[in-house]
T-cell receptor
Framework: GIQVEQSPPDLILQEGANSTLRCNFS?????LQWFHQNPWGQLINLFY???GTKQNGRLSATTVATERYSLLYISSSQTTDSGVYFC??????????FGAGTRLTVKP | DTEVTQTPKHLVMGMTNKKSLKCEQH?????MYWYKQKAKKPPELMFV???????INESVPSRFSPECPNSSLLNLHLHALQPEDSALYLC??????????FGNGTRLTVT
């Protein structure tokens, strides 16, 4: 299967700081998505972004499919941004698979 | 509020029990999924249903038995589980080539 590398594995920020999370893929992927899992376990879909750039408030994402990576930008971080951020992809029909995640802690 | 509803939220069961997890969505999605998530690990794909037919089984032990009675419902029947099966079980749904939506999960403890 396709290898996924999420970086960094852990990140600690002061409130108000900006950050960039990255997913690298060993091959072309489909249906690339970014998720946030809060400390209570809820998984929220942030972006469906097979290619290009999207923005939603303080968050934006960019996928460069030809170079097999995707980036998630968090600006002006807040304590509620804490949790784990996952990228996910499919290799065949709808077999959505998750990267190992980046654990983000935002300190007040 | 999530558009994918999972029940129960918590479940404690013995190794000889039979129980079922339930998942419901009313978004008209034709793909439904079961994931298992252990602490500090990513969700791990178990099963995918496509148009109410099982399309992916990730070599899951037979003590987990999925069922899709109709396009809105997905069940996971549990029997003779082991303590290592304790985890958060997540249901999700999607339309083709579109965002995946998750329920809030069932926290399962096997004693």
């Amino acid at each position: 299967g396709i290898q996924v590398e999420q970086s960094p594995p852990d990140l600690i920020l002061q409130e108000g700081a900006n950050s960039t999370l990255r997913c690298n893929f060993s091959d072309s992927v489909n249906n690339l998505q970014w998720f946030h899992q809060n400390p209570w376990g809820q998984l929220i879909n942030l972006f469906y972004i097979p290619s290009g750039t999207k923005q939603n408030g303080r968050l934006s994402a960019t996928t460069v499919a030809t170079e097999r990576y995707s980036l998630l930008y968090i600006s002006s971080s807040q304590t509620t941004d804490s949790g784990v951020y996952f990228c996910a992809h499919s290799e065949n029909n709808n077999d959505m698979r998750f990267g190992a995640g980046t654990r983000l802690t935002v300190k007040p | 509020d999530t558009e994918v509803t999972q029940t129960p939220k918590h479940l404690v069961m013995g190794m000889t029990n039979k129980k079922s997890l339930k998942c419901e969505q009313h978004m008209g999605h034709r793909a439904m999924y079961w994931y298992k998530q252990k602490a500090k690990k990513p969700p791990e794909l178990m099963f995918v249903y496509s148009y109410e037919k099982l399309s992916i089984n990730e070599s899951v032990p037979s003590r987990f038995s999925p069922e899709c009675p109709n396009s809105s419902l997905l069940n996971l029947h549990l029997h003779a589980l082991q303590p290592e099966d304790s985890a958060l079980y997540l249901c999700a749904s999607s339309q083709w080539d579109s965002p995946l939506h998750f329920g809030n999960g069932t926290r399962l403890t096997v004693t």
